[in-house]
């Protein structure tokens, strides 16, 4: 065995001994109380448990991106016609401003969709730019 591959399998034992030495010491807090864990069973629970609940609400262009989504997943959806227009409508949510969101209408998304937002809820502001209603 020449020096290099001592010098190699000294470093890999000592990773190996640093590795199981953090699993250890993180097993023993848990098992003697030190650390609480909590497991949750999806993300969006966690996020509920986390953060406030006034803050927790979807991204205001979540709509056009399940729009856009739904032109590539359905079925009944024509994705060389219908991902461009979606693609455009996702595009001008995320580049206007908060509240300013265009009012173009849905290719995929029906009122059925938890996504869905009503055109009547959206308004016009007196600039003529449409915008979501709050």
Same mark, same amino acid.
């Given at each position: 065995m020449d020096d290099f591959q001592k010098v190699y399998s000294r470093r890999?034992? *000592?990773?190996c001994r640093g590795i199981a030495g953090v699993l250890l010491?993180?097993?023993v807090s848990v098992m003697t109380g030190l650390l609480d864990?909590?497991?949750y069973k999806n993300e969006v629970e966690y996020? *509920?448990?986390? +953060?406030?609940?006034?803050e927790f609400k979807p991204h205001r262009c979540n709509d056009r991106l399940a729009d856009m989504l739904e032109v590539i997943e359905?079925?009944?959806?024509?994705i060389w016609r219908d991902l461009r227009?979606?693609? *455009?409508?996702?595009?001008?949510?995320?580049?206007?401003?908060?509240g300013g969101e265009p009012a173009?209408?849905?290719? +995929?998304l029906t009122a059925k969709d938890k996504q869905y937002i009503d055109p009547a809820s959206r308004g016009v502001r007196e600039d003529g730019v449409p915008q979501l209603s709050t």
């Amino acid at each position: 065995m020449d020096d290099f591959q001592k010098v190699y399998s000294r470093r890999l034992i *000592r990773v190996c001994r640093g590795i199981a030495g953090v699993l250890l010491v993180g097993c023993v807090s848990v098992m003697t109380g030190l650390l609480d864990v909590h497991v949750y069973k999806n993300e969006v629970e966690y996020a *509920r448990e986390t +953060m406030a609940k006034d803050e927790f609400k979807p991204h205001r262009c979540n709509d056009r991106l399940a729009d856009m989504l739904e032109v590539i997943e359905a079925e009944d959806g024509n994705i060389w016609r219908d991902l461009r227009p979606s693609f *455009r409508n996702w595009w001008a949510c995320m580049h206007s401003a908060e509240g300013g969101e265009p009012a173009m209408p849905y290719l +995929m998304l029906t009122a059925k969709d938890k996504q869905y937002i009503d055109p009547a809820s959206r308004g016009v502001r007196e600039d003529g730019v449409p915008q979501l209603s709050t």
